[in-house]
């Protein structure tokens, strides 16, 4: 079954810092991934997608993710952080039109 | 452009009753999938709606039901509610097809509480 490992559960970086949430995939076909946020008491928001196009996609509020086949992963990396983007990651995949999620990390910003 | 609607936004039960949740697709979509999500995890799987039937159903009992209307908004039941389905409950819908071109949109979400 395809399943995703998100390693660490909180992550904390200082505002400006670089941001790097690890995500690693298990597939035997080549995975549709998804990074997605969650901020308190609100659902999921996509950042970026993996369709098989480009190896490094490109999100929504600066973020981007690089598709290695051969370390199977997805990690999702921010140059600088803000304030605004402490919330709860998920990595998922998908198979058919099922979504099977990681267990999320927490990111924490300090000022 | 409204998203998914979802309702209400919480919502307090006791055992063994049932509930009811709901969810408007956003529009242009046509497939609705539901999702839960206990406290500190990430969203499971429950099951997925298109053309009024059943498609996927991932590890949940019968307990857990559900039905779409001709205009795609979808329920979800819950019967004998259990202290366990306390949760976050997501709706996401979709554009059925058979690629994974397609992007979830998800609602903000249910929040039930079991007492």
């Known amino acids: 079954a395809q399943s995703v490992t998100q390693l660490g559960s909180h992550v904390s970086v200082s505002e400006g810092a670089l941001v790097l949430l690890r995500c690693n995939y298990s597939?035997?076909?080549?995975?549709?991934l998804f990074w997605y946020v969650q901020y308190p008491n609100q659902g999921l928001q996509l950042l970026l997608k993996?369709?098989?196009?480009?190896?490094l996609v490109k999100g929504i509020n600066g973020f981007e993710a690089e598709f290695k086949k051969s370390e199977t992963s997805f990690h999702l990396t921010k140059p600088s952080a803000h304030m605004s983007d402490a919330a709860e990651y998920f990595c998922?995949?998908?198979?058919?039109?099922?979504?099977?999620f990681g267990k999320g990390i927490t990111l924490s910003v300090r000022p | 452009d409204a998203g998914v609607t979802q309702s209400p936004t919480h919502l307090i039960k006791t055992r063994g009753q049932q509930v009811t949740l709901r969810c408007s697709p956003k529009?242009?979509?046509?497939?609705v999938s539901w999702y839960q999500q206990a406290l500190g995890q990430g969203p499971q799987f429950i099951f997925q709606?298109?053309?009024?039937?059943?498609?996927q159903r991932g590890n949940f009992p019968d307990r857990f039901s559900g039905h779409q209307f001709p205009n795609y908004s979808s329920e979800l039941n819950v019967n004998a509610l259990l202290l366990g389905d306390s949760a976050l409950y997501l709706c996401?819908?979709?554009?059925?097809?058979?690629?994974?071109?397609?992007?979830?949109?998800f609602g903000s979400g249910t929040r039930l509480t079991v007492v």
């Open positions: 993996y369709t098989s196009a480009a190896t």
């Open positions: 998922a995949v998908k198979r058919g039109d099922k979504l099977t």
């Open positions: 529009s242009g979509h046509d497939t």
């Open positions: 597939s035997s076909v080549p995975p549709y």
């Open positions: 709606y298109y053309e009024e039937e059943e498609r």
């Open positions: 996401a819908s979709s554009l059925w097809g058979p690629t994974g071109n397609y992007g979830y949109t």
